[in-house]
T-cell receptor, first 115, second 113 residues
Framework: GAGVSQSPSNKVTEKGKDVELRCDPI?????LYWYRQSLGQGLEFLIY????????KSGLPSDRFSAERTGGSVSTLTIQRTQQEDSAVYLC?????????????FGDGTRLSIL | GDSVTQMEGPVTLSEEAFLTINCTYT??????LFWYVQYPGEGLQLLLK?????DKGSNKGFEATYRKETTSFHLEKGSVQVSDSAVYFC????????????FGKGITLSVRP
């Protein structure tokens, strides 16, 4: 079956612009996660959704970052007024619920470059 | 908070060499432990996992044993291949309602023919 799909695969934008990143999880997966992979910081957790609610937003680095999920499926991560330090690969993952034995399946990521 | 420490890289080995990649962790409760791999140009893939102490995860010739007494989850392979060249990430998932993965910084493995 289809894996986690992310779009766009690459995004280049000017500092100060807003960007939206999309994640389409594996069908039937109720848990959805956003992570960020950057050179200096490695892989960092951003936010977790269970269905349409976000019980854990602790990783969002500032109030410029927000995310939503609708219909228990597609999620959008929005970054407002982008800064150069936002340049990174943004990864989405999904799993069946959040049980300990449920592995997270990752998409290929969106590579975001802020000029 | 939870943390994962991996040995510094990169690592370069000749084909058929023995591989060990060290990973230690700090966590409250009873975490599950994972190794993820990222091949060149591809996304993160789960390589193996262990959910409780003394469990051994294995896949594609790789093994790692969950050692609670030393808080370690070292990755080993007896004979590496060129196709094993990739970035390897150790990760933990905290117990209970905690769902997020905490990753180590990753280590790049290059295997020479």
């Amino acid at each position: 079956g289809a894996g986690v799909s992310q779009s766009p695969s690459n995004k280049v934008t000017e500092k100060g612009k807003d960007v939206e990143l999309r994640c389409d999880p594996i069908s039937g997966h109720t848990a959805l996660y956003w992570y960020r992979q950057s050179l200096g910081q490695g892989l960092e957790f951003l936010i977790y959704f269970q269905g349409n609610s976000a019980p854990d937003k602790s990783g969002l680095p500032s109030d410029r970052f927000s995310a939503e999920r609708t219909g228990g499926s597609v999620s959008t991560l929005t970054i407002q007024r982008t800064q150069q330090e936002d340049s990174a690969v943004y990864l989405c993952a999904s799993s069946y619920f959040h049980g300990e034995n449920q592995p997270q399946h990752f998409g290929d990521g969106t590579r975001l470059s802020i000029l | 908070g939870d943390s994962v420490t991996q040995m510094e890289g990169p690592v370069t080995l000749s084909e058929e060499a023995f591989l060990t990649i060290n990973c230690t962790y700090t966590a409250t409760g009873y975490p599950s432990l994972f190794w993820y791999v990222q091949y060149p140009g591809e996304g993160l893939q789960l390589l193996l996992k262990a959910t409780k102490a003394d469990d051994k995860g294995s896949n594609k010739g790789f093994e790692a044993t969950y050692r609670k007494e030393t808080t370690s989850f070292h990755l080993e392979k007896g004979s590496v291949q060129v196709s094993d060249s990739a970035v390897y990430f150790c990760a933990l998932r905290g117990g209970g309602a905690n769902s997020k993965l905490t990753f180590g910084k990753g280590i790049t493995l290059s295997v020479r023919p």
